[in-house]
């Protein structure tokens, strides 16, 4: 059974070590492992983490099969937000499945969690960015309703690429 668990600052070090190791998993076959290093020392390093975890605009959600953590979501509302989408909208920022548990329905369970989220802030939409390249992932996201309405340049280290930006209406 799967169990859907908000995180705290308590959890830190385990969201540091499965950000780290699902990124990795994810983007190491395709990007130069110098820009690799450089995003991950930049974006799941400690301080930054519990930033983010302090950000009443924000949360984390850990995913637990087996009693192990299996993956993790990070979700932002309002100026939290990586873009500014607006005060309705509701950014499904991560999701991320360790490589032993994807085909389990952890991916689908953290999806649903951040649908929950949104609908409980009252957000009329709800969008992410995706990598052009991510296949996986952008053909789970289309699965689930979501649509390309745009772009922007996401940076691994100092390598721009492309993240695409998908939304989903929520309600009309």
Known sequence: ???IKACTLED????????????????????????????????????QLRTELSNP????????????????LKVNANNAQTEAMGEEAFELERIYVRRTFQGSGVGKALYEQAVQCANEWEKREIWLGVWEHNEKALTFY???GFVQTGAHTF???????????????LRP
Request: hydrophobic share 40%; no cysteine; charged share 25%.
């Open 57 to 72: 605009d924000s949360k984390f959600f850990f995913a637990t099969l087996n009693g192990e953590v299996a993956g993790y």
């Open 142 to 144: 289309r699965k689930q």
């Open 1 to 3: 059974m799967i169990t």
């Open 12 to 47: 830190v070090d385990m969201l540091r070590d499965i950000s780290i190791e699902t990124f990795t998993e994810t983007f190491e076959a395709e990007n130069d492992p110098a820009h690799l290093k450089a995003y991950l020392e930049r974006a799941y390093n400690v301080p």
């Open 155 to 169: 940076y691994m280290g100092d390598d721009a690429q492309v993240d695409l930006i998908m939304a989903k209406p």
